[in-house]
């Protein structure tokens, strides 16, 4: 009988202790309810989106020489958005033989030289190991490296080879170092005593986010390049958008450049065209929402010069096509004027006003940024406007590119 009345009790304490515990449970799982609903982000899962890219644009001269000897590049990449951290993209498509990677770093840049914030260095494995040899036309993605990356910030990607090719990203409009041996694991950048204008071996830069609602990606020629832009002042119109995006109430994505100095749409000019090159440097990308489309005028200005308004919406619209493929949404920009500057006939200025029509009528693209519009002259609507002009009459000025960068309707992506 007593027996019987402990196993009661038991059995009534037992149900008391369930009911607290739930009570508990459910009044936690609200707290943390109302968290997620005051911070959305923190509900996401963290995803890889793109931060910074370079398209590989060419082989450095004489760089596939096996007596070069061992060197270490410390390149200088702008984030465009931050994360918990991140992980590289070494390139060597355009060598002839195995390119042997001996060390990679990565750090925080520290003011405007090559030196590395102290205790932000890591070292960069691939598949657990600190070197790799990447194939002739291949590429390699780094083991994801734990670091907190900031957003609008510069970071220090050294890269150290005994020797061999050099795919490089020419005309960067950023300072870059190299040093003699292995000075990866450097923070100071004493060692780096040469400079280049180039991004050599490393194509991109992603980051492990919460934050981010995708990446916008422009792909280009010079224009979208920087050509003419203040160097080390990241003051290119990608990167004016990349700072509007960054404000608070704004949508928040990655903000991606895949323009070349020199590039064109169908045929010839530097680096593949974009038709060539389009999977590889916009649809390859992690997280990409939205491609912006700029270029086209040097198919116009350039031989061989047998580019008509039809061809090049043609070719427009097949890269439309394909973005859409992939369930990305499409951005068209008008092709800038170009009065004054060599090669801007009569002729390529009507193509170019033909061409702008087409884009502007639809069919073409989900939507419209009309550069044109915006950057030409009220009086000589066949040439930018001067306070916009950087000199040579097509390429932008700094207040160009920041016309540009703002005429992106943010709604819109």
């Known amino acids: 009988m007593h027996k019987r009345r402990?196993?009661?009790?038991?059995?009534?304490?037992?149900?008391?202790?369930?009911?607290?515990?739930?009570?508990?449970?459910?009044?936690?799982?609200?707290?943390q309810g109302r968290a997620a609903a005051r911070t959305p982000s923190a509900a996401r899962a963290a995803v890889w989106v793109g931060t910074w890219s370079a398209p590989p644009v060419e082989a450095a001269a004489g760089a596939d020489q096996r007596e070069r000897g061992a060197r270490s590049v410390r390149n200088v990449v702008h984030t465009s958005i931050g994360g918990t951290a991140a992980r590289l993209t070494l390139s060597n498509l355009l060598g002839r033989r195995p390119l042997t990677v001996a060390q990679v770093s990565l750090a925080l840049r520290a003011g405007s030289g090559a030196d590395a914030v102290p205790g932000s260095l890591r070292q960069v494995t691939f598949h657990g190991l600190r070197g790799v040899t990447i194939a002739p036309g291949g590429q390699s993605v780094s083991d994801p490296v734990v670091l907190e990356i900031p957003y609008d910030g510069d970071l220090l990607v050294s890269i150290a080879t005994p020797g061999g090719p050099v795919t490089v990203h020419p005309r960067a409009?950023?300072?870059?170092?190299?040093?003699e041996g292995d000075r990866t694991r450097d923070v100071g950048g004493e060692a780096y005593t040469s400079r280049i204008h180039a991004w050599q071996h490393v194509t991109a830069v992603d980051v492990l986010t919460r934050e981010a609602d995708g990446a916008v990606i422009a792909i280009g020629d010079s224009i979208t390049d920087g050509a003419t832009a203040t160097a080390d002042a990241n003051r290119r119109w990608p990167d004016v958008l990349a700072d509007r995006l960054g404000r608070r109430g704004a949508p928040r994505y990655g903000v991606l450049n895949a323009g070349i100095s020199g590039n064109r749409l169908l045929e010839g000019g530097r680096g593949p065209t974009a038709l060539a090159r389009f999977d590889r440097d916009v649809l390859a990308r992690p997280g990409v929402k939205t491609v912006i489309v700029a270029i086209g005028i040097n198919d116009l200005m350039h031989a061989p010069r047998t580019a008509t308004a039809d061809r090049i919406t043609a070719g427009l619209a097949e890269l439309t096509r394909r973005a859409h493929a992939r369930g990305l949404r499409v951005l068209g920009a008008t092709l800038l004027p170009c009065g004054g500057y060599r090669g801007c006939t009569h002729s390529v200025q009507a193509v170019r006003d033909e061409v702008n029509a087409l884009v502007r009528g639809g069919g073409?693209?989900?939507?419209?940024?009309?550069?044109?519009?915006?950057?030409?002259?009220?009086?000589?609507?066949?040439?930018?406007?001067?306070?916009?002009?950087?000199?040579?009459?097509?390429?932008?000025?700094?207040?160009?590119?920041?016309?540009?960068?703002?005429?992106?309707?943010?709604a819109g992506l």
Do not use: C, E, W
């Open 6 to 31: 402990g196993y009661a009790s038991l059995a009534a304490l037992t149900a008391v202790v369930l009911l607290i515990s739930g009570a508990i449970y459910v009044g936690v799982g609200a707290l």
């Open 173 to 179: 409009r950023q300072t870059s170092y190299v040093a």
């Open 364 to 410: 073409v693209f989900d939507g419209v940024v009309d550069f044109d519009r915006v950057m030409r002259d009220p009086y000589a609507r066949g040439r930018l406007r001067a306070v916009y002009d950087s000199g040579d009459h097509v390429h932008p000025s700094d207040a160009g590119y920041a016309r540009m960068g703002g005429a992106v309707d943010l």
